[in-house]
């Protein structure tokens, strides 16, 4: 009986101390499970930090060096595969790889052109090649353009293939020509209105050259009489200038040319002079004609043709006066001949005798 007491007494006194303990051990798991759990993660944090020296290098430099990019085309456009004289280079080309510069290498194409030509840069990768005109004198044939663009991770070049060749000369076709002593008209094949025209004029008997410019299809130009010509009609291109049409022929004007009209001026000034024994007549004759060649060329009021003219009109000057004079005389004998037509029948039936009988 004893010992049932003293095993229940044990058993009251252990659920006691169980009951005192068991929340202070609660509060206790509670604070120190933080801990614990950021302890675990500073552990696998330094297992996998446990990685190879020279990996741990290796991945330091792959995040501080970027990746080398060059410059690649990726199109182009407007490139054409065949050009002629008076055309321009005009094409697009699209890089990727931040592109900081771009030029092509066309020398080839043409003498006129530099060695090197710079891209303009449109934005987003996009450049654009614009040449000079082609002029007559590139270098036909198949030719090479080199494009080049570069930055800071390197240069790369491309060759594109290009033929050449120059513009055929349209032949100008004119469809009236009319030529007096001194005149000349002339009509042709009308181009574009946005051409120009030059026709060049040259004396075959001296040389002498004349040049007129003019946007219309036809010309009147005043010209010596009796001297042939031979003039030169190109048609030019608004873009280059350079000639796209031509037509060359001979014209003569009718009439007698000058120094025929000064020569014999000159020997009817020489006779003259003979006759009254001034001098000889050779020596006249050319003195004479040094004088007439070097005058300038008399006004219509000295020629004959201008006395002539000037003697019409005096004449026709003393007719009017005539006519007026006639015309005046004939006015004022009306007038007189009627009032003394009128006096004298006024006096004819006062001088009759009145009789006084009715019958």
Known sequence: MSNLKSIITKVLIYMIVLAIL?????????AIAPKAHAESKVVETKTKLKVPANEIKAGVKQEIQKPVVKPFLISHKGLKEEYISGEKVNAIF???????????????????FPKEMVLKNLGSGVWQLETPVLTRNL??????????????????????????????????KIS?????????????????????????????RDG?????????????VMLEPGTLYNYDLTVLSPKSGEVVGRVTESIKTFGIPQLIQSSQNSVQVAK???GQG????????????????????PTPSS?????????EGWSRLLVALAILVIAAGAAIGGYYGYEWYASRHDDEDTSEPKSGSRW
């Open 303 to 311: 020629s004959p043709q201008g006395e002539a003219e000037e003697k």
């Open 139 to 172: 270098n036909t044939g198949t030719k090479m353009i080199y494009i080049y663009a570069e930055n800071g991770n390197g240069t790369i070049n491309q060759a594109f293939q290009v033929k050449l060749q120059k513009r055929n000369i349209v032949p100008v």
């Open 94 to 112: 699209v890089f990727s790889g931040k592109v900081t510069n771009a030029w092509a290498v066309a020398s080839s194409l043409d003498p006129s």
């Open 208 to 220: 002498e050259e004349m040049k007129i410019e003019t946007r219309k299809p036809y010309l009147a």
């Open 272 to 274: 003259k002079e003979i």
């Open 22 to 30: 068991l929340p202070t051990s609660l509060i206790a798991s509670i």
């Open 176 to 204: 009236k020509k009319i030529t007096n002593d001194t005149h000349l008209y002339l009509t042709w094949t009308k181009f574009k209105s946005a051409y120009s025209y030059t026709i060049t004029f040259k004396k075959v």
């Open 278 to 297: 001034s001098s000889t007549m050779s020596e006249k004759v050319k003195g004479s004609k040094e004088q007439t060649v070097q005058s300038p060329v």
